[in-house]
């Protein structure tokens, strides 16, 4: 099945796909916020930039998204009908990351 797309538009999309300040993100921000929380945000000095780090607490909170991070049985991960082993293939190493992250990250935790 061929995109739906032209490359210049398909492009385009993808370019306004955020890695930051996503909406599920700051609902997690305004929640922490509100109940007093203080917080660094995207850290480049922790491993794999961790969304939001409370530095009091010695913790760390990801928001992952459904389909960039393949959570399995949830119903916005759905594998693309198009070019699927790449996805595939791309999703996992996205796992895999994030496995490596959160193994690094726990020394900051500990």
């Known amino acids: 099945m061929a995109d739906v797309h032209e490359p210049e538009i398909r492009s385009y999309n993808m370019s306004r796909i955020k890695g930051?300040?996503?909406k599920p993100e700051m609902l997690v921000r305004k929640y922490l916020h509100?109940?007093?929380?203080?917080?660094?945000?995207?850290d480049k000095k922790?491993?794999?930039?961790?969304d939001?780090?409370?530095?009091?607490?010695?913790?760390?909170?990801q928001v992952?998204?459904?389909?960039w991070h393949?959570?399995?049985?949830?119903k916005y991960y759905v594998v693309p009908k198009t070019r699927t082993q790449w996805w595939l293939d791309k999703i996992n190493a996205d796992r895999q990351k994030d496995k490596d992250h959160e193994r690094?990250?726990?020394?900051?935790i500990s």
């Open 52 to 61: 939001i780090v409370l530095p009091k607490y010695n913790t760390i909170v």
């Open 64 to 67: 992952h998204g459904c389909f």
């Open 70 to 74: 393949g959570h399995e049985g949830c």
């Open 46 to 50: 922790l491993p794999g930039k961790p």
């Open 104 to 108: 690094e990250n726990e020394k900051y």
């Open 20 to 22: 930051k300040d996503t």
């Open 34 to 42: 509100a109940h007093g929380f203080r917080f660094k945000l995207h």
